[in-house]
């Protein structure tokens, strides 16, 4: 799709939820927001039009370690209530939303890049859970 065609992210979410009715639109809403927090985390302050293509690039892993980081800021310790009842239950199920987006136009992809990226990468609940585990514990470590 070309840039001055592209569709809005509330088209592209609408279009896809009329195709595939796994995920809650919040669900593409989130992914859309981890893929902005991600990029802008690896342009590290430049402007995108200052790097190259592939600087913008980010891993499936990337990706998966910024949602987990994304769902702690925005939900605490309900991260792991939360993204469920989005249907975001596993690594792949973010994989399913990100190449909705791609298969889409919406979002482009690497040659490298492919969907099984995603697949089995960890368990997001356990990583979810850890991540409140170890925000929870004082810094000088826990209080006996």
């Known amino acids: ?6 569709m809005s992210l509330e088209d592209a979410v609408a279009a896809i939820c009329q195709e595939d009715n796994r ?6 809403y989130f992914i859309s927001a981890v893929m902005g927090e991600v990029t802008k985390k690896k342009l590290d ?8 293509q592939e600087e ?11 949602c ?17 009842q989005w ?15 791609v298969d889409r ?3 482009g992809k690497s040659e490298d890049d492919k969907q099984e990226d ?3 990468v960890f368990s997001l609940r356990e990583r979810l859970r850890d991540i409140e585990l170890e925000f929870s514990i004082p810094e000088n470590g826990p209080v006996d």
Not at 1 to 6: G, P, V
Not at 60 to 66: H, K, P, T
Not at 71 to 84: C, E, I, N, S
Request: glycine content about 10%; overall charge negative; charged content about 25%.
């Open 45 to 52: 302050g430049r402007g995108w039009n200052d790097v190259e």
């Open 56 to 66: 913008r690039q980010v891993t499936a892993r990337q990706v998966l370690e910024g």
């Open 105 to 107: 136009g919406f979002w």
């Open 68 to 84: 987990v980081e994304f769902a702690h800021d925005q939900f605490g310790m309900m991260a792991p209530v939360v993204l469920p």
């Open 1 to 6: 799709m070309s840039e001055d065609k592209k």
């Open 87 to 101: 249907g975001i239950k596993t690594t792949d199920d973010v994989g399913n939303i990100v190449y909705n987006f």
């Open 118 to 120: 995603f697949h089995r």
């Open 23 to 28: 995920y809650n639109r919040e669900a593409y």
